[in-house]
């Protein structure tokens, strides 16, 4: 079975400040995918980033970026520059085979 | 840009009825997913289908839920018998291959009284 594991229920940072999400996870597979996504208050998944596990260079969409430690199974999110609109929560997935594993998200608030 | 549909956006239904929520899922797509989330909480898997059958449920999909795929565009959610506790956002989610990310609806809200 695969777990994610996402220990801060909820932070928040300074806008134009650069924060770091962590997630951990779990799986005896070889090929999976981990993504970030992004739930505002529309409660909408929006799509962040993902990276390939057979990779071993970190994914990169303008302000995020992850720390892809494949040996530690880690997969976190750096936002740079924060912005207002980066309010939301946040949830980390693994992908292996067909189903989605969703970890119980990390809820961010940007202060001005 | 195409996106993954989801109607309605809210529903409120009586404890007992039957309901079905409908999702339109990204043309070239070939796998569809129905997902969860009580308010507040996480995100939970519900079914997957692929090939016009289901490949792979949870715990939570027993005999109250059903899916169907009906006509080629649309992928149905239906609950027979709907209990308050099946109060919560469904997510629909199609993907064009299996290793590509999943694309997700908006959400439809079911509120069960």
């Known amino acids: 079975a695969q777990t994610v594991t996402q220990s801060q229920p909820e932070m928040s940072v300074q806008e134009a400040e650069t924060v770091t999400l962590s997630c951990t996870y779990d799986t005896s597979e070889n090929n999976y995918y981990l993504f970030w996504y992004k739930q505002p208050p529309s409660r909408q998944m929006i799509l962040v980033i993902r990276q390939e596990a057979y990779k071993q260079q970190n994914a990169t969409e303008n302000r995020f970026s992850v720390n892809f430690q494949k040996a530690a199974k880690s997969f976190s999110l750096k936002i740079s520059d924060s912005q207002l609109g980066d309010t939301a929560m946040y949830f980390c997935a693994i992908i292996t085979g067909n189903q989605f594993y969703f970890g119980t998200g990390t809820s961010l608030t940007v202060i001005p | 840009e195409p996106e993954v549909t989801q109607t309605p956006s809210h529903q409120v239904t009586q404890m007992g009825q039957e309901v079905i929520l409908r999702c339109v899922p990204i043309s070239n797509h070939l796998y569809f997913y129905w997902y969860r989330q009580i308010l507040g909480q996480k995100v939970e898997f519900l079914v997957s289908?692929?090939?016009?059958?289901?490949?792979?449920k949870s715990e939570i999909f027993d005999d109250q839920f059903s899916v169907e795929r009906p006509d080629g565009s649309n992928f149905t959610l239906k609950i027979r018998s709907t209990k308050l506790e099946d109060s919560a956002m469904y997510f629909c989610?199609?993907?064009?291959?299996?290793?590509?990310?999943?694309?997700f609806g908006q959400g439809t809200r079911l509120t069960v009284v």
């Open positions: 289908f692929y090939n016009n059958e289901i490949s792979e």
């Open positions: 989610a199609s993907r064009r291959t299996r290793d590509t990310e999943a694309f």
